[in-house]
């Protein structure tokens, strides 16, 4: 599993990704320690049962850099992927929230955003975090390691969800450039997903919205599954392999009715995020929930920001 593949962005310095040198690297690892399964192979096992040998690549939230940086190397490699992309961005044309938190954290002074937060958020956007907990980072000496993880923690987790969004187009405004935060140019286009599928790739649906799908009523699960591939399908892609994967991934991300949904759209297989092999059993009795590794559980697989390297990737 993938995200961000790109080259490093002197305005983004901050920003986790994968280097594309080091994904590069990491795909002669991978093609020398296991191989790569073919598309056929892969389709076949589906069916069979029988898990073949290697890897298959996976690259979650239809980024731009999927086109521009791993596309070229997946073709002159001669390998494929499948790209899953969440739909509801190209109807609303604007960045997910996760995303654009991705983007302010990424950009050079985290320590700004903190005060802008620190002075301007009422104390009832937050949720079980208190003005004192500003107070205590503030006054002592501090990195910029320091403000964006605490940025990250405010965003995620502290501020209510009924603010949130507010909260982020405000800090967006002020931090962002506006190019920074075009719709077609941060994610795929309807034709880059046609060439991908066309040169082989195999385009699936990472939901709507990208929710937590367990967090939803089975009703709105459903449209949820079903209206992202109803998009994809009006991009002009041919879908002749449907596929899922669950927002955020992990077991407590999805439930058994959420699978029993996508068997229901005639969905093929799913991923779910799961550190280990696909066996036999998955194939036969649990295609709608297939592990999946993260790429930074293996060499050159950890991401980067300009002079440093990280363990931890995102799981978005
Ligand atoms: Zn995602």
Redesign the pocket.
Known sequence: MYHYVKEDDPSFPNFNHLHIEDFKKQLDYLGNKFGFVTKKDFQDALESGDPPKGVVLTF??GLKCHYDQVFPVLKERGLWGIFYVATEMYRTQKLSDVHRIHLLLGQENNQKIYEYLNEKIPQDYLVDFVREDFKKLTYTRQINDDFTKMVKKILNYYISYTYREKVIDDLCELFLKKEDLNVLDFYLTAEEMVEMENAGMIIGS?SAS?PVMSKLDLETQKIEIQSSFSDLKNFGLKLSCKSFCY?YGGFHTFTKETEALLEMEKCRFSFNVESRDISKKDLTERKQALPRYDCNEFPFGQVRRIGKVHSSSYS?
């Open positions: 979650d939230d990472h990208h927002p978005i």
